[in-house]
């Protein structure tokens, strides 16, 4: 995925790190299940067609896409996947946020504690960091010359876009979680191509840790995707631009 992202980076970060093509696989497959529990149409089911866009992108074999929403609709067994969220606190208090979709709450509970122990950190109850992140749809694309920037801003605002910014080499687009198809299907239909669309918790304030501190901060980050069963994470650290 290209782009820098100031909310986004964090991600764009994990796909550089995450080199392990299964690793990738194994994330887009869950996702894929856990979207098609709510139908195996992805024609009136946007969360799985974005979920199957997705694992396109990252060429992911039509048949994993094809066994992945067969076990999420029930027709294969595999698909009682569960979504569980913790949040706690990293290196330098830090406000951190995990999503992850597990068969097994209580090994997945219990590895992420011990994550969260052994970098010097702390696991919180439901609730005690959530309050510094609104969650927001984010799409972005990417710088061209064949882009009016007014035009496209235009575009996102009408379609219900909350805010849209210039940012590196993309254009940001912020929306309310409930607006967020309405402005991606409008620059579908417009003709442009988006680096990346995902409903996203961006903290209301970000921190700034110390080298030693942010050096302890990326280890900790480290360790948490390298659970199989952690989707996303979220953070309010400011990452320096050449980690993005």
């Not at 946020?97 to 010097?120: C, P, Q």
Request: charged residues 35%; contains cysteine; proline residues 2%.
């Amino acid at each position: 995925m290209s782009g820098h992202s100031k909310w986004a980076n964090i991600k764009h970060k994990k796909e550089k790190m995450d080199a392990q093509k299964g690793k990738i696989f194994t994330k887009l497959t869950k996702d894929i299940i856990m979207a098609a529990k709510e139908g195996g149409d992805p024609e009136t089911n946007s969360k799985l067609r974005d979920a199957i866009e997705k694992a396109k992108a990252n060429n992911l074999p039509n048949d994993n896409i094809q066994r992945a929403i067969k076990k999420g609709t029930g027709e294969l067994s595999g698909g009682n996947l569960e979504e569980v969220v913790y949040e706690g606190y990293g290196p330098a208090g830090s406000a951190i946020i995990v999503e992850a979709l597990t068969d097994n709450k209580n090994r997945t509970a219990g590895d992420i504690r011990h994550i969260f122990d052994r970098s010097g950190g702390s696991l919180g109850s439901s609730g005690c960091v959530a309050w510094m992140f609104d969650k927001k749809g984010l799409i972005t694309i990417e710088k061209s010359e064949n882009i009016d920037e007014d035009e496209l801003a235009m575009l996102v605002i009408d379609a219900g876009a909350d805010d849209f910014s210039s940012d590196g080499d993309e254009y940001e687009i912020l929306t309310d979680p409930s607006n967020f198809q309405a402005v991606k299907d409008a620059i579908k239909s417009a003709g442009y191509e988006m680096s990346s669309a995902d409903i996203t918790m961006i903290p209301q304030n970000t921190v700034k840790l110390s080298d030693s501190d942010y050096e302890k901060f990326e280890k900790f980050i480290e360790k948490l995707e390298e659970n199989d069963d952690v989707q996303e994470i979220y953070h309010n650290v400011d990452v320096p631009d050449e980690e993005e």
